[in-house]
């Protein structure tokens, strides 16, 4: 089946870091990738919309300067997060859905990243 | 966006059949139901989708109501693996359109 990757699953850094996310489609082609946000024992959230070869769709409340993403081929989307303070620490998941044309093919997650600010 | 309707948690035996229920009343002609599971510690995983008829695959079964109202993934024999979180999310057919997760139904499964 299709597979993400997301790299890498734990960070530990001190305040102030900017810390970059992979997320790579590993045997299809994704136009559109997916960044989540999930804090303990609550629901995923989503954070924005990673288009290939376009500039990303943020949700309300998502700051763009803080989150950058960068989508720069079919298989590779990253997320950095600048200057990352204690409250940024959550558990970061991406997901992918594979350009076949048929809207309602599933998304594909990535086991996720811990990220943890000191 | 339409939204669903999930019980909090549930319970069942391992090697016993599951139907985790959705309620999905205020679904329009265009959203598709879809099913994910979390594992702890994991992204989600796709189990199932459909619209209108009932769907089958290796991982569950997915029963509609006529009405689209509401629906049951059903797994026919629970394993320890099975516990998980498990999301039922109305997904638009529309190009791009995402998935927006609520709180899930969190299974445990009984040795």
């Known amino acids: 089946g299709a597979v993400v990757s997301q790299h890498p699953s734990r960070v530990i850094c001190k305040s102030g870091t900017s810390v970059k996310i992979e997320c790579r489609s590993l045997?299809?082609?994704?136009?559109?990738m997916f960044w989540y946000r999930q804090f303990p024992k609550q629901s995923l959230m989503l954070m924005a919309t990673?288009?290939?070869?376009?500039?990303?769709?943020?949700e309300q409340g998502v700051e763009k300067d803080k989150f950058l993403i960068n989508h720069a081929s079919l298989t590779l989307s990253t997320l950095t997060v600048t200057s990352a303070h204690p409250e940024d620490s959550s558990f970061y998941i991406c997901?992918?859905?594979?350009?076949?044309?048929?809207?309602?093919?599933?998304?594909?997650f990535g086991d996720g990243t811990r990220l943890s600010i000191l | 966006d339409a939204k669903t309707t999930q019980p909090n948690s549930m319970e069942s035996n391992e090697e016993e059949p599951v139907h985790l229920p959705c309620n999905h009343s205020?679904?329009?002609?265009?959203?598709?139901i879809h099913w994910y599971r979390q594992l702890p510690s994991q992204g989600p995983e796709y189990v199932i989708h459909?619209?209108?008829s009932n769907v089958n695959n290796r991982m569950a079964s997915l029963a509609i109501a006529e009405d689209r109202k509401s629906s049951t993934l059903i797994l026919h024999r629970a394993t320890l693996r099975d516990a998980a979180v498990y999301y039922c999310?109305?997904?638009?057919?529309?190009?791009?359109?995402?998935?927006?997760f609520g709180e899930g139904t969190q299974l445990t499964v009984n040795p």
């Open positions: 997901s992918a859905r594979e350009h076949t044309g048929h809207s309602n093919q599933p998304q594909h």
């Open positions: 045997d299809f082609q994704a136009t559109t």
């Open positions: 990673s288009n290939e070869g376009s500039k990303a769709t943020y």
């Open positions: 205020t679904i329009s002609g265009t959203d598709y």
């Open positions: 459909g619209l209108t």
């Open positions: 999310i109305l997904k638009k057919e529309t190009s791009g359109s995402r998935l927006t």
